[in-house]
């Protein structure tokens, strides 16, 4: 079974066109528009840059972000603040089969209006968070 991309539907190329799912052979790829052409990146590439640089922004903030979350949750525990803590500092575990749902978190990502600027060779150009810009 092939991993399923984590950020399908989220990720635009510089001209702003939405960039596919594609599959070659046995790989997930991400099929970026360039001009007349697509060009197929492996998915995890992708997907692992955008979830390092999610990490390099969110651990700054990482107290105002779990106290933000724990007050949405309705929790004031030391075992929430633990799990939440390891959830950003582990958030490329998120890669592994099954550790997210990712039609939901695709959802909840794209509800949010974060979107995810690659160039044509698959490196990621920007994230485009909004209320974090």
Excluded at 67 to 78: F, N, T, V, W, Y
Aim: net charge negative; charged share 25%; hydrophobic share 45%.
């Amino acid at each position: 079974m092939t991993r399923e991309p984590l950020f399908a539907g989220l990720i635009y190329n510089e001209e702003g066109q939405p960039v596919q799912v594609a599959r070659v052979g046995a790989d997930t790829c991400y099929a970026i528009p360039d001009g007349d052409f697509l060009r197929h990146v492996d998915a995890i590439e992708v997907d692992q840059q955008v979830l390092a640089q999610l990490k390099e922004r969110f651990l700054p903030m990482k107290d105002v972000l779990i106290e933000g979350a724990m007050q949405m949750m309705g929790a004031d525990d030391p075992f929430t603040r633990a799990a939440l803590e390891m959830s950003l500092e582990n958030m490329d575990r998120m890669l592994e089969p099954g550790a997210v749902n990712a039609e939901d978190f695709r959802l909840a990502l794209w509800m949010t209006g974060f979107r995810i600027i690659v160039n044509v060779h698959g490196e990621v150009v920007r994230l485009e968070i909004p209320g974090l810009e």
